[in-house]
């Protein structure tokens, strides 16, 4: 009789441990997900993780920096079509490579300042907009796109001058050739790359003080060397202008 009831006992042990278990995996399942929510929202860090991001309801301002956008089907960063939407978000020092589309304005009520970015190998648009905002877009790399440019006026894209680096540009600044990553799976820099040094650290508009991110992608120093221009992209290279 006693073998039976120390029977039932370890049993009923054994079940309890199971679920005990059980519980516990759970939870770790749902700190798992919450630590990948978080992780999307604060991207700006030292990451090469990949998404693509849209904004609706957005916050009057919204900064997206330092991210790697690569091989993405949609776009890469959209601002959704919806009654209540505004905002002027920032876009800093981001790479796009490979996407359907890199920024996608779709509601008029969205002002973005769009600035040191590499648009590459988009299959649709590089940039898009809807409406008649402002919607900057200065001191970009464009290269290998389908379109370049989508619902901005014709100056955008128009070669007229040259820019600090010599390399001829837009009147935003923006240049129109080969970033010259390492290669196709490392997107720093050659030595020769015309996206060194061809960015700008402050710009002011919609009324806003728009800053280059002080570190890259992977936490090094932007701008690097000291006291000179940042480069265009989410990668700061070392080498001198």
Known sequence: MEGKMESKEKKKKAEREKKQGNEDKKKGMKMKI?????FFFFNDTATTEIYTLSLHDALPISIVQNNAFLNLQGAAISMLDRSLNSGIPSFVNNTIVNCNRGIWIQDPHFDATIINNIFYGTTATAIERTGSNSSIAFYNCFYGNTNDFVGYPATYGDIVMTN?????CDLGFNIFQDPLFASLNDYIFSPDSPCIGAGIDTLNSNSTQHVCPPY???GNPRPNPPNTSP???AWESDYPT
Not at 34 to 38: C, E, Q, R, T, V
């Open 34 to 38: 919450i630590n990948l929510f978080i």
């Open 231 to 233: 480069d265009i992209g």
């Open 216 to 218: 890259d992608i992977e």
């Open 164 to 168: 600090p680096n010599g390399d001829p």
